[in-house]
Nanobody
Framework: QVQLVESGGGLVQAGGSLRLSCAAS????????MGWYRQAPGKQREMVATISSGGNTNYADSVKGRFSISRDNAKNTMYLQMSSLKPEDTAIYYC????????????WGQGTQVTVSS
C-alpha cells in the first residue's frame, strides 16, 4: 500500500515562490514516475511536472523555466520548487506515482491548495 501526502501549499503573491513536498510511504515501485498535477475549478486536471526514478524530468510548457521538480529517493520525498508564480498557477496540486511497467498502477495524494494572488 502506497500513501502520498502533499504539503507546502498556501497563499502567495504573484511573483513569489513556494515549495511543495510529497512524502511517500509504503512500498513504491522501483521503476516509477512521480509527478505533480494540478486542477483548477472548472478545469481538467493537467500535468505540471514529472520525474522518473532515473531522474528524467518533463515539464508543462506553462511552467517550464519557473518550476523545478526533484526527488530524494532515500527520503521517499518529491519536491516542486515554484518561482515567479502567477495567478493562473492557482489550483489544487496533486502528487502521484505511477508504475512504468504494465499494467499501469497509479496512486494519488489528497492534494494541497496553492493560491496566487494578483
Amino acid at each position: 500500500q502506497v500513501q502520498l501526502v502533499e504539503s507546502g501549499g498556501g497563499l502567495v503573491q504573484a511573483g513569489g515562490s513556494l515549495r511543495l513536498s510529497c512524502a511517500a510511504s509504503g512500498s513504491i515501485f522501483s521503476a516509477n514516475v512521480m509527478g505533480w498535477y494540478r486542477q483548477a475549478p472548472g478545469k481538467q486536471r493537467e500535468m505540471v511536472a514529472t520525474i522518473s526514478s532515473g531522474g528524467n524530468t518533463n515539464y508543462a510548457d506553462s511552467v517550464k523555466g519557473r518550476f523545478s521538480i526533484s526527488r530524494d529517493n532515500a527520503k521517499n520525498t518529491m519536491y516542486l520548487q515554484m518561482s515567479s508564480l502567477k495567478p493562473e498557477d492557482t489550483a489544487i496540486y496533486y502528487c502521484n506515482v505511477r508504475r512504468i511497467a504494465l499494467p499501469t498502477i497509479i496512486y494519488w495524494g489528497q492534494g494541497t491548495q496553492v493560491t496566487v494572488s494578483s
